[in-house]
């Protein structure tokens, strides 16, 4: 029999038409991923990939083994999924993903808090800006920001949570330095994947200076924070830092409304739904801050 593993190895080549690629999204060296796919190709008895100076090409027989391992592909993933629903129990490992500024700024605590409630849950906070992939069990549930909600996939299941509103901030000592006429240049900064968005650009506070550049949430809120200049950032960043204040003349802007994610079977496992139901709620509490409303003015 055909073993799943050798053929796991060898879509992962097929999709990075490389090697070096396939290894490095499996997490394995290069000589596994080449072991695992002269295993299935001594299995089939024919040559799945010809070796080109820009990579590695499918031949016609491994076309054709391409579309029956997606097929493969999607079985496993089903099973594995309904397998995993009919599992009631609160131990195991349960994986969460979303954008690391709203898992060190916002939701922490709350993690902190059901791991405390369940110690036999075993988590995993995949916080990062690539999205993961529900329905290949790369992660259980989604917390994501959706801006259109014709956009979610059919397949997923959502709970809607509320709106996200962002402003533009500076700091405090900024500020007040810029009103009293201090010559320092006022900076835009900017993640250098983002630019400045268009509806930031009106207020009382003028740039002057050429753009600070960063490449991480992290780096923009330490940046803002130091009075290098004016950022945009959510409101649950810059209302809740008292180093930061809006900038005077600006509006807020919607950038989207939390969704909770998760895909067919997995959400029926009793894990899952404690985690959804526990966050959904302190999301509710978040509210007005989410949306710019905790402020009664400066």
């Not at 695992?36 to 070796?51: C, P, W």
């Not at 902190?112 to 990062?128: C, G, K, Q």
Request: include cysteine; aromatic fraction near 8%.
């Amino acid at each position: 029999m055909i073993n799943w593993d050798d053929v796991r190895y060898f879509l992962a080549a097929a999709r990075e038409s490389s090697v070096r690629a396939a290894a490095k999204r499996l997490g394995v060296n290069h000589a596994t991923v080449l072991r695992r796919i002269t295993q299935l190709e001594n299995r089939l008895g024919a040559q799945m990939f010809e070796k080109l100076p820009s990579g590695y090409r499918l031949t016609a027989v491994g076309e054709e083994v391409l579309d029956l391992a997606n097929d493969m592909e999607a079985s496993s993933n089903q099973l594995e999924t309904r397998v995993f629903g009919r599992d009631q129990s609160v131990r195991g490992l349960l994986r969460v993903t979303l954008t690391p500024i709203l898992a060190t700024n916002l939701l922490m605590p709350d993690f902190a808090d059901f791991a405390r409630l369940y110690p036999d849950i075993e988590m995993e906070i995949l916080s990062s800006g690539e999205l993961a992939n529900l329905t290949k069990r790369e992660a259980d549930l989604a917390i994501r920001v959706v801006y259109d909600r014709k956009t979610l996939p059919l397949n997923l299941h959502g709970l809607k949570g509320p709106e996200l509103f962002g402003g533009v901030y500076m700091s405090r000592d900024r500020l007040a330095a810029w009103r009293t006429g201090a010559p320092d240049p006022v900076r835009w900064i900017v993640i250098s994947t983002h630019g400045i968005p268009e509806w930031a650009g009106e207020g009382e506070v003028r740039t002057t200076g050429v753009p600070f550049r960063v490449t991480d949430a992290a780096a923009e809120i330490s940046a803002v924070r130091q009075g290098l200049g004016i950022t945009t950032l959510p409101c649950f960043v810059g209302d809740a830092d008292p180093l930061l204040v809006r900038v005077p003349g600006t509006d807020l802007h919607q950038y989207g409304t939390l969704w909770l994610l998760t895909q067919g079977e997995t959400r029926k496992t009793k894990r899952v739904r404690l985690f959804t139901e526990f966050v959904s709620r302190r999301l509710a509490a978040y509210a007005p801050l989410l949306t710019g409303l905790s402020l009664t003015g400066d």
